[in-house]
């Protein structure tokens, strides 16, 4: 779906862009991100030393207090206990995003759910049982929704970790003599993960995909930038599961979200969904200003990208910029890539040879993208890529009847 991927904003022709490009401020913008990175390395090594401490100090204690007796079957059952914390943190928040009318894109550490052109996939990932964090992501179903709906969402892992840590804790400290005495160790493990868990979520601190639910609750109450990105990002992923198209976004907080993050692939991601914004419209100038914006981010600080990224340029240079020479460049850097044949390639394709004058070759690359077009479900990304391939469409056909 071409500029779909994240990205955009509003500039007129005869003003300049307001996104910066500093070089210099990319280079302390890049020391300061490696400064904080390897702060976080050591955070995480820190918080599971500490959790892992607590869970033997707890239990050492309470062997020596009760002379309780350890199930033998407790290592098998330490991963379960594992998992069911982590479960309880993610699935309250998947039921607190239905009040809130929002759709849940669970990405948990043990199980992965996601949808990809309108398909769900579903991965489960064994090496997740070694790390105690997840994330859950969500599409809101209302562009205009309130904030108070995000901050409860963020809110409820915390709040049903530290629920369910709680309600074990107790059943932990009238072990003895109860009927679950033999149970007491998974208890105990169980309880230090749950309020482990709500603990060091609350804690503002940044992984290399993700930001902890302290963080992101920080963001909202602030009113910051990253409050501003999440807004733009939920709204875009909201567009493959819901009616809204990328006409739908809030420009405002994408600009203002881009004034602040002018480098690295969110700065790259954000003008690109200003220039979704703006196509959807029909304002062509700038949408093309904000693919220029999105090209010149590129090449200064975020040129590792994926090949479907490199769609939404091959449309613009073909289509918004009449940039043969351009579009060819963006073409060789995606195959260079190896990118998966879907629609986004097909219609790329089919822009790039138009732009090329390969008429014959170009109309055979749309009938075999809008073929792929047409079977994607009925959601606004969607329904967006169809206006796509039917803007081309017109652009061929006036082509050919010039030829």
Wanted: charged share 20%; with cysteine; glycine share 6%.
């Amino acid at each position: 779906m071409p500029f779909q991927l994240v990205s955009r904003r509003t500039i007129s022709d005869n003003r300049q862009p307001r996104f910066g490009h500093c070089p210099q401020h990319f280079a302390q913008r890049a020391n300061v991100l490696f400064r904080r990175q390897s702060a976080h390395i050591k955070q995480q090594r820190l918080l599971r030393f500490a959790g892992a401490q607590s869970i033997a100090h707890f239990s050492g204690a309470f062997r020596r207090v009760e002379s309780l007796r350890v199930d033998g079957t407790f290592p098998q059952r330490q991963p379960v206990d594992a998992m069911a914390a982590q479960f309880l943190h993610h699935r309250r928040r998947c039921a607190q995003v239905q009040v809130c009318a929002q759709v849940p894109l669970h990405i948990l550490s043990l199980i992965h759910i996601c949808v990809r052109e309108g398909k769900w996939e579903f991965r489960f990932i064994l090496s997740g049982f070694l790390a105690i964090g997840g994330a859950t992501a969500v599409a809101p179903t209302d562009p205009n929704r309130p904030l108070w709906r995000d901050i409860c969402m963020v809110a409820a892992g915390p709040a049903i970790s530290l629920a369910a840590g709680g309600v074990a804790l107790r059943a932990t400290l009238t072990a003895p003599g109860s009927p679950w005495d033999q149970d007491w160790l998974p208890l105990a493990f169980f309880t230090t993960l749950s309020l482990l868990a709500a603990v060091v979520n609350l804690i503002p601190f940044r992984t290399k995909a993700f930001y902890s639910d302290g963080a992101r609750i920080f963001q909202l109450l602030s009113h910051g930038p990253w409050a501003d990105l999440h807004r733009a990002f939920s709204a875009a992923a909201a567009t493959t599961i819901t009616p809204l198209r990328p006409r739908d976004y809030d420009i405002d907080a994408i600009e203002r979200a881009g004034s602040s993050i002018s480098v690295g692939q969110q700065a790259l991601h954000l003008r690109l969904l200003a220039a979704s914004y703006y196509l959807d419209r029909g304002c062509i100038a700038d949408a093309t200003q904000a693919l220029a914006d999105a090209e010149a981010v590129y090449l200064e600080s975020a040129s590792e990208i994926s090949a479907e990224m490199h769609t939404p340029f091959i449309f613009g240079k073909a289509y918004l910029q009449h940039d043969a020479g351009g579009a060819r460049v963006w073409w060789e850097r995606m195959e260079a890539k190896k990118p998966l044949r879907n629609a986004d390639y097909w219609i790329a394709r089919s822009a790039f040879l138009w732009s090329q004058h390969r008429l014959d070759e170009a109309r055979e690359a749309w009938e075999k993208g809008n073929a792929l077009a047409q079977q994607l479900p009925k959601a606004g990304a969607y329904e967006t890529d169809r206006d796509y391939f039917a803007l081309l469409h017109k652009e061929l056909e006036v082509s050919g009847l010039a030829g």
